[in-house]
């Protein structure tokens, strides 16, 4: 699930850490990268859960009408659709969230208005209505309405994101990208799986475990020398002037370089210029260009690069 778009984003944030801290603790520096990674695991199964738990919530709000003083008709005979969703059922029963959730403690129990803001935001909607009045009565429209909602209501919901940033710093960074896997995760889903229906790993493969480990050590062991070349480079720039994010940027960017023969230089390169347009500012994007490819030119002219 955690692609490398979202391992690069996490290595820049800890290696800034790091030196903002100055305590040079690269084992604590690494642990704090792997914890990273596990709080957008958390996120991942929390969204999951959110599901589950709109769907009980909705349940007990039926159940409490049948026993007002004096219920209406809709209330002893609600439309139990929503409730009774074939594949928010399947969710709930999944045996690999089960054991996450209650092996990591996630829970929205401490979280209650947010779910009932939330529901109300669904139930208000014109995809619940259209779902709950629909003719076609399947586990394919159970799970339609899920993607549906999730994808219009809750992705890109500003403040959903809001509220979810306060709930964890971890977050910040990672929402947009963990509900694309959300949606993912929700269209892949299939009856016939039951309760095995497998979910994202946290990981693809071992491959980009291990490329988020060894880009965040050769970023800091190798940092003077990377620092050096940097400087080198800075026409017309002091070091103190450039953006500092600037400086972390081009530092993870040449261990990546330096680091993963396979990775093309022209992939790295639009990586952290990407990232330099989201973390630093306006202008970072070309400067941090023109330094890297000149630092690449002459890394090939000293045979030390050898990939284009």
């Known amino acids: 699930m955690i692609n490398r778009i979202l391992i690069r984003i996490k290595v820049l944030q800890i290696v800034y850490s790091f030196y903002q801290n100055g305590n ?6 690494e642990k704090e990268l792997l914890f990273s990674f596990q709080k957008s695991y958390d996120l991942y ?3 999951l859960l959110l599901i589950t738990d709109l769907t009980y919530l909705q349940y007990r709000i039926l159940d409490n ?5 004096r219920p209406t008709e809709e209330d002893l005979n609600p439309n139990m659709r929503f409730v009774n969703n074939r594949f928010a059922a399947q969710l709930a029963e999944n045996a690999e969230m089960k054991q996450y959730i209650a092996a990591r403690g ?3 129990s401490n ?7 939330i529901l109300e935001l669904i139930t208000t909607s014109d995809i619940y209505q259209q779902y709950m009045t629909a003719e076609e009565d399947s586990y394919e429209a159970d799970k339609e309405f899920w993607r549906g909602a999730f994808k219009k209501l809750i992705c890109g919901n500003e403040w959903v994101e809001s509220f979810l ?5 971890y977050w910040n960074d990672d929402i947009e990208i963990v509900q694309t896997f959300t949606l993912k995760t929700i269209k892949k889903f299939e009856a016939a799986a039951g309760e095995k229906q497998e979910l994202l790993p946290m990981f693809k493969d071992l491959e980009d475990r291990e490329f988020a480990i060894k880009l965040f050590r050769q970023t800091l062991l190798n940092g003077d020398e990377y620092r050096q070349r940097i400087d080198k480079h800075m026409k017309n ?3 103190e002037r450039v953006a500092n994010m600037d ?3 081009m530092q993870v960017a040449l261990a990546e370089i330096l680091t993963f023969p396979s990775i093309p230089i022209s992939v790295t390169l639009n990586e952290y210029i990407d990232a330099a347009k989201y973390y630093s500012t306006p202008k970072s994007g070309l400067f941090i260009n023109g330094v890297l490819d000149s630092i690449v030119n002459e890394l090939k002219k000293e045979k030390l690069l050898f990939k284009d």
């Open 111 to 117: 979280d209650d208005e947010f779910v009932k803001s």
């Open 45 to 47: 199964f929390y969204f």
């Open 24 to 29: 040079g603790d690269l084992k604590n520096a």
């Open 247 to 249: 400086l972390i940027i």
């Open 106 to 108: 996630l829970s929205w």
């Open 65 to 69: 009408r049948k026993h007002k003083f």
């Open 237 to 239: 720039w002091e070091t």
């Open 165 to 169: 940033e306060d709930k964890s710093i």
